[in-house]
């Protein structure tokens, strides 16, 4: 299935988690979480295109290999409201009619 208007996918990576390290590209089953929200994304048939948002260079190598775009983004502390790094990534992303943020800790 597919939407006939722009929608896309903000997958949050930002590096420097303080409780679980590396988390973005932490192994579950073999496959790291970030992988599992871009299939997921991909799979949904839902988004025109797939972001992911990251200042980690583990992160932007898996959304190469899984042919998603990459939005840099600084290194930020773990208390920057989700607003701040939204508005960029859209203003990169062409303004879509729609978004929706798949969060890398919420794979299934």
Not at 60 to 68: K, M, N
Request: aromatic residues 8%; hydrophobic residues 50%; positive net charge.
């Amino acid at each position: 299935m597919s939407w006939d208007f722009r929608m896309v996918a903000l997958v949050p990576a930002r590096a420097g988690s303080k409780r679980v390290p590396g988390k973005n590209t932490k192994l579950l089953a073999g496959i790291p979480l970030l992988t599992y929200a871009i299939r997921n994304a991909q799979d949904s048939g839902v988004f025109r295109r797939i972001f992911v948002c990251s200042d980690d260079p583990g992160a932007w190598a898996l959304a190469a290999d899984a042919g998603v775009d990459v939005i840099g983004r600084d290194t930020v502390g773990h208390d920057q409201a989700d607003i701040v790094w939204v508005r960029a990534a859209l203003a990169v992303a062409g303004r879509p009619e729609a978004f929706a943020i798949l969060r890398v800790t919420s794979p299934f």
